[in-house]
């Protein structure tokens, strides 16, 4: 969520446990090194090999979201450079690669694609050096098909490269931002430690990807062959490219009984403000009953658009394309945001929000290169109520959508959402039944899609059919609090650190879990990553009790936790509050568990859970790692687990029923075999 974990002085693990000794900015402990591999054969890359979020597609069939490009992961592409990963370790590229692994190019390298279907539009995900001070660099990068140039990309560092800790810099060479909080890489406080730590700069570097479309003019045939080549000269010491989706990009939809922006002065070459045109034709249509019409082109908007009663379509998120710079405004708002930028906005809840809005068919690219709390520079953002959100790409943006409620009966729908500086979605306050789906989100710097139940509750919502891949920072899908929550046949893939794929948190002062909270048929992959604060892994699903207890009729159902780099399911109350709170009556069922790098249930707090069906396989370390809330009593642990039968693989033996204490505070990793059909 737009908010991240503070830093803790504690951790909820075992006073005195083992300490994971650290070199300064990696700070965790992962399942394999970075490796480079040598380049492939001549041969390599001869047919196209098709994934979804770097899994083979029938491990995920039916979950995520339905999109109309195609993923290639460049590692299994024919190229001179170099593969790099795998890698789980915080701060290196390969961990934020998609699979964790991508191919390096120096100048000259070349990686090559062969086009699984008929194709007009590639989009490309890479990493390019910052500069040395920070703020970044260009570069080109030439696009061959079938051995003749087509284009030259200009790549970018500046919407990438954040160091330090929360909230983050863009300079490399900042001290610590907060040395009064307890960090990992030196077990201490360092404003506190005498002799003061040495701290390496630049400190925590990360998100270093980001991605770019382009048109190649005209369709080309399954089998032509693209080409990507880091040309000599380059001004990057090396590029990374991590994927390659490939489109069939459908012709501009035209809209003729509509009020056309031309018509009210707007520029589609983007040389003049648009916004002021904008506005005109939104006046005038909703005084007409007619829908607003953008046909292709691009439009300088550097504010916010007011929406409200109103249907703006474009002419696909290709062609149509708004974007605005981030403008200081002269004294902060009143809302405490000292920029401005590209963003169409309903009306504020407490002036009774707006209804009846209606998006399609645009882009939206923004300007944002920093983390501000406080700014309001989201892509879509205020209140909207009995709207739709469908078809957009948004890009560059501090969170794509930030709703602040009470509103409800919001469908947000098939848009793509990447390469933003904290959320992709959050319902934050008050939405009430509304639908999020079949959308694709990618490198977010916090919670890819979250609910956040702040001061007054969500309720009866639903996640469903989502792509969340590469979250930098905390989590894919994230809950906090609400009322009768549902997250269903979504698919989240690499989380970074700090978070899990799937995490239902009482905390940040969220509303508690009522009603029934279900997690359906998710799959997740490569996930269960290494929480900084705490020094430990986390799960691929991360339940959290910290703010109060968790005893909602929580169930999960039908999930599968594939490849996850330490437990696949955590229980989890921190070390100030294990005694006041607890987790309890939440139901497995149905579960698979591919892979583990420690356990499949970890249970650090006081509580219980029930498990039927949960089939566990390659699994790392003991099958629960029970420490309920590390009191060691003789009655055992406080964490108490229900075999409801079916639960194959002999990960939960009799012996560990039903609350034997097996606690290991920081097991070591044993990397899992990849995952592959049941």
């Avoid at 799960?539 to 009790?545: N, R, V």
């Amino acid at each position: 969520m737009f908010r991240s974990l503070m830093p803790a002085r504690g951790r909820p693990g075992q006073p005195g446990g083992t300490a994971v000794a650290l070199a300064a900015g990696l700070a965790v402990l992962v399942a394999g090194p970075t490796v480079a591999t040598a380049s492939p054969s001549a041969s390599a890359g001869a047919q196209p090999v098709v994934t979804r979020a770097a899994l083979d597609p029938a491990l995920v069939a039916g979950r995520g979201a339905d999109v109309d490009f195609i993923e290639q992961e460049a590692e299994n592409a024919r190229t001179t450079g170099e593969v790099i990963g795998p890698d789980r370790t915080a701060y290196t590229l390969p961990a934020e690669a998609s699979g964790r692994r991508a191919v390096r190019l120096t100048p000259g390298e070349y990686v090559e694609f062969v086009l699984p279907s008929a194709a007009n539009g590639i989009t490309v995900r890479y990493s390019i050096p910052d500069a040395p001070q920070g703020g970044g660099i260009t570069a080109p990068l030439r696009v061959a098909v079938n051995g003749k140039h087509v284009r030259t990309m200009t790549l970018t560092s500046q919407y990438s490269w954040l160091y330090n800790q929360y909230p983050f810099t863009n300079d490399p060479q900042a001290g610590l931002l907060h040395p009064d909080w307890w960090i990992t890489e030196c077990q201490c406080v360092p404003s506190a430690t005498t002799p003061a730590p040495s701290i390496s700069r630049p400190f925590r570097p990360g998100q270093f990807y980001d991605e770019q479309r382009l048109l190649l003019g005209r369709t080309y045939r399954a089998g032509d062959k693209i080409r990507l080549t880091a040309p000599p000269g380059s001004a990057a010491a090396w590029t990374v490219i991590d994927l390659l989706d490939s489109e069939l990009v459908a012709p501009p939809h035209v809209r003729l009984l509509a009020a056309n922006v031309l018509a009210f002065g707007a520029d589609p070459t983007g040389r003049r403000d648009s916004a002021d045109a904008l506005d005109r034709a939104i006046a005038f249509a909703r005084r007409t009953h007619l829908k607003v019409y953008i046909p292709p082109g691009t439009y300088q908007v550097n504010r916010h658009i007011i929406v409200d009663d109103v249907t703006i379509e474009g002419a696909g998120n290709w062609h149509t394309i708004i974007k605005g710079r981030e403008v200081a405004l002269p004294t902060p708002a009143p809302d405490g945001s000292v920029h401005t930028g590209v963003g169409f906005y309903g009306r504020d809840a407490a002036d009774g929000g707006s209804r009846n809005v209606h998006l399609s068919g645009f882009a939206i690219e923004g300007d944002v290169r920093e983390r501000i709390d406080t700014d309001q520079v989201n892509a879509i953002g205020g209140a909207m109520s009995d709207s739709t959100i469908d078809g957009l790409y948004l890009h560059h943006t501090k969170v794509g959508v930030w709703f602040d409620g009470p509103m409800r009966n919001v469908r947000v729908t098939n848009n793509i959402i990447v390469d933003q500086i904290a959320d992709a979605l959050n319902f934050h306050t008050g939405v009430t039944d509304s639908v999020v789906a079949h959308n694709f989100v990618r490198n977010t710097g916090d919670d890819g899609l979250a609910m956040w139940s702040e001061k007054t509750a969500n309720a009866r919502n639903t996640f469903d059919h989502n792509t969340v891949q590469s979250p930098t920072l905390a989590n894919g899908i994230a809950i906090y609090g609400g009322t009768d929550t549902t997250v269903s046949h979504n698919l989240v893939a690499d989380p970074v650190r700090e978070g899990s794929a799937i995490h239902a948190g009482s905390r940040f002062g969220a509303e508690p879990f009522t009603g029934h909270l279900r997690f359906t048929n998710n799959t997740t992959a490569r996930a269960g990553t290494y929480e900084l604060n705490w020094n430990i892994g986390l799960g691929a699903i991360w339940i959290f009790a910290l703010d109060r207890s968790i005893d909602a009729d929580v169930q999960v159902t039908g999930d599968a936790y594939l490849d996850s780099t330490y437990n696949a399911i955590m229980l989890v109350s921190d070390w100030p509050v294990k005694d006041l709170y607890s987790i309890t009556n939440v139901r497995f069922r149905d579960v698979r568990v591919d892979g583990t790098g420690t356990s499949v249930v970890s249970a650090r707090a006081a509580g219980s859970a029930s498990f039927a069906n949960v089939d566990a396989r390659n699994v790392g370390a003991v099958g629960v790692n029970n420490c309920g809330s590390f009191h060691f009593t003789p009655a055992g642990s406080e964490f108490t687990l229900t075999d409801l039968g079916g639960n194959d693989g002999g990960w939960l033996a009799p012996w560990l029923l039903p609350n034997t204490i097996t606690c290991d505070d920081r097991p070591p990793v044993s990397p899992p075999p990849p995952p592959a059909q049941w």
